[in-house]
């Protein structure tokens, strides 16, 4: 069974930082990039970051390139995304999965963390 459990988010001023976690059972964790996804009102659901699941390789959406770090912990089958400099642009809701070309390929999804960026 999968499961995917974010947690970490909150409302933050522009500038500050947060940092996201996904607890994912091992069916998913442990052979998969991960990902983390976000969604803001209005707008499609888009990916942020992603890690591979043995070098750790990471890439990232332009917007987010110097500002946010993906990382992983294969014993714990947790992944983190630490989000400095935050903007406005930042505020979504936060998802974690595994990596996929297109998002829309994913039926399950966990409940995902809020994050407002707002003065």
């Known amino acids: 069974q999968v499961q995917l459990v974010e947690s970490g988010g909150g409302l933050v001023q522009p500038g500050g930082s947060l940092r996201l976690s996904c607890a994912a059972s091992?069916?998913?964790?442990?052979?998969?990039?991960m990902a983390w996804y976000r969604q803001a009102p209005g707008k499609q659901r888009e990916l942020v970051a992603s890690?591979?699941?043995?070098?750790?390789?990471?890439d990232y959406t332009d917007s987010v390139k110097g500002r946010f770090t993906i990382t992983r912990d294969n014993t714990k089958n947790t992944m983190y995304l630490q989000m400095n400099k935050l903007r406005p642009e930042d505020t979504a809701v936060y998802y974690c999965?595994?990596?996929?070309?297109?998002?829309?390929?994913?039926?399950?999804w966990g409940q995902g963390t809020q994050v407002t960026v707002s003065s």
């Open positions: 999965n595994r990596w996929a070309h297109d998002w829309r390929q994913i039926i399950y």
């Open positions: 091992g069916s998913i964790f442990n052979i998969n990039a």
């Open positions: 890690v591979s699941s043995i070098l750790g390789t990471t």
